[in-house]
């Protein structure tokens, strides 16, 4: 089994910072990308950033967002910075995992954690 758990929500004033985490865990041989999504009430969900073997973000944070890795840790963070009240969202942890050498790659999600942006 695998379990992808987030970490670092919460409420924060805008032009604040949070910085979330994602750590997965359980029956992993490799982890090929990590990356976040977020979903707005009322919105579909849609990409942030990914890290694999390149890094991209949506254009709506370049500049403000950096999603980095440790590998060792099997942990992907997102710093967001300057933020605005329309990050506010949930945003979900997302990675594509091999479980087997023989596996192929299935792509697994977080429960998700809130971001609240305001005053």
């Known amino acids: 089994q695998v379990q992808l758990v987030e970490s670092g929500g919460g409420l924060v004033q805008p032009g604040g910072s949070l910085r979330l985490s994602c750590a997965a865990s359980?029956?992993?041989?490799?982890?090929?990308?990590m990356g976040w999504y977020r979903q707005a009430p009322g919105k579909e969900r849609e990409l942030v950033a990914t890290?694999?073997?390149?890094?991209t973000y949506a254009d709506f944070v370049k500049g403000r967002f950096t999603i980095s890795r440790d590998n060792a840790k099997n942990t992907v963070y997102l710093q967001m910075n300057s933020l605005k009240p329309e990050d506010t969202a949930v945003y979900y942890c997302?990675?594509?995992?091999?479980?087997?050498?023989?596996?192929?790659?299935?792509?697994?999600w977080g429960q998700g954690t809130q971001v609240t942006v305001s005053s």
């Open positions: 997302n990675a594509d995992i091999r479980k087997a050498r023989w596996s192929s790659n299935t792509y697994y």
């Open positions: 359980g029956s992993i041989f490799s982890i090929n990308a």
């Open positions: 890290s694999g073997g390149t890094t």
